[in-house]
């Protein structure tokens, strides 16, 4: 995947949350307060749960080392 700025070729990567499914979520709104829940004010980031691991989501990102940006897909 190539950055929208600078197109460069971005760094594969993911970011992590222990007990929620990790999302955007605007300015204003709560995230969620029950574990394993989503917020429907918010956008989820395409999310992996790893049930091995207990309460390890993964959403996958990409990062622009010259732009520092972090691009993550939503689901
Ligand atoms: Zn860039």
Known sequence: MKCPCCN???F?????NSSNPVQWI????KPPRIVFR???AGVS????????KIGTYHAEAYYCEACHLVIAPTE
């Open 8 to 10: 460069r070729e971005l």
């Open 12 to 16: 594969e990567g993911y970011i992590y």
């Open 26 to 29: 605007p300015n204003g709104k």
């Open 38 to 40: 989503e917020t429907e």
């Open 45 to 52: 980031l395409k999310n992996k749960f790893d049930l091995f």
